[in-house]
């Protein structure tokens, strides 16, 4: 019996040339077979309308085509909508549409589960069972994509990786399934409208400031105080705020693109004139702006909501220093659909 690659979409023109050769098809078949599964519209051999039904039976015995698909979905009050996405090996991860005016927002994921461990988290509860690859990531884009266009009448418009899972820890997968998406086989996106959210690896910050990537950058800070940080977001030990914000001076001095902090206020834990000057001097070093997330509970006796006005507080005294910051109000809540509820409850 032959060994199954994992997905055809993995392999190479040069593998499918050799492939084709060995069969004893022209090689102008492989050609035909690299188009189709570099289209989005390929969910199966079956699809490959124009190859000789040998070839396809060929394909099927030699390779899979993973294709993930939707299997179910959950819609918020607001028209938010949540998808959980079975992969090829039955695991599950969830994507979320977000439609506001003329814009839908994709919310993807890069890990099935994760392995950080930020306590205010519900994904971090979830083991890590494995990493994405890189097409399916794409393919949540493409499912994601169909899903807006019938039920919003509009394409995805933004695309934030801010789903299951810690992008940077799926480095590879992550750029790779970015160039597919803003490629000439993806959904006409430009990068410009991608942001991937880290919880901080400087390293690996680091690395996309030399490789030179043109999307976003937004950081889950939620303390400018180390020992803060390292309670609230544990692994955060092994990444030391100041070689953290080393690493975003450095993602500036490179790209020339501000980051984006995003930033939870919790009641008896940040919210105090301490970590709000902490927040104004980080700020100030590295160009940026500051999303105030608002919390969404997991039921964690430890962390409240911090009052409004502390929010306000927040707010002002970052425009009294002239750090742009907004509010960022969820969406989706009432199906888990919201920033850290992703826990694969449908
Ligand atoms: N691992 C990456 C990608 C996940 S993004 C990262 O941490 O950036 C998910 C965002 O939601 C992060 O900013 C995270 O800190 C935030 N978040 C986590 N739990 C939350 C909660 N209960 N309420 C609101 N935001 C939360």
Redesign the pocket.
């Known amino acids: 019996m032959s060994v199954k690659v994992d997905d055809i979409r993995s392999i190479s023109l040069e593998k499918l040339n050799k492939f084709v050769d060995k069969n004893n098809f022209p090689l102008y078949r492989s050609n035909q077979i690299f188009n189709w599964i570099n289209k989005s519209s390929v969910k199966s051999f079956d699809d490959m309308t124009n190859l000789p039904k040998s070839l396809i039976d060929l394909l099927k015995e030699n390779f899979r085509l993973n294709f993930s698909q939707i299997s179910s979905k959950q819609i918020s009050i607001d028209s938010t909508m949540k998808f959980a996405i079975k992969l090829h090996d039955k695991l599950v991860v969830e994507s979320v549409l977000i439609p506001s005016g003329d814009r839908v927002t994709a919310c993807v994921s890069s890990q099935v589960g994760?392995s950080?461990d930020?306590e205010?988290?519900?994904t971090s509860k979830l083991l890590r069972m494995r990493n994405l690859e890189s097409y399916e990531i794409f393919d949540q884009i493409i499912l994601l994509n169909e899903q807006s266009i019938e039920n919003y009448s509009l394409p995805i418009s933004n695309i934030v990786?801010?789903?299951m899972?810690?992008?940077l820890l799926n480095y590879n997968n992550v750029i790779n399934s970015i160039n597919l998406i803003t490629g000439k086989e993806g959904i006409e996106i430009s990068n410009k409208k991608i942001t991937l959210?880290?919880?901080g690896i400087s390293k690996m910050i680091h690395k996309m400031a030399d490789d030179n990537v043109k999307f976003n950058l937004?950081i889950?800070l939620?303390s400018a105080i180390e020992s803060t940080r390292n309670e609230i977001m544990p692994f955060s030990k092994s990444f030391p705020l100041n070689q953290l914000i080393k690493s975003l001076e450095y993602w500036y001095e490179k790209t020339k693109r501000k980051v984006t902090f995003?930033y939870?206020i919790w009641k008896g834990i940040n919210d105090d004139f301490e970590h709000i000057n902490a927040l104004v001097k980080i700020c100030k070093r590295v160009p940026s702006k500051v999303n105030l997330?608002?919390?969404?509970s997991?039921d964690d006796p430890r962390f409240s909501k911090a009052d409004e006005l502390w929010v306000n507080k927040y707010l002002n005294i970052l425009k009294e220093n002239k750090v742009s910051a907004s509010i960022r109000r969820s969406r989706g809540k009432d199906i888990q659909a919201?920033?850290?509820?992703l826990a694969n409850k449908h």
């Open positions: 994760c950080l930020c205010f988290c519900a990786f801010m789903g899972g810690e992008p959210s880290t919880s937004a889950s939620h995003e939870l997330i608002e919390y969404n997991i919201a920033c850290g509820q």
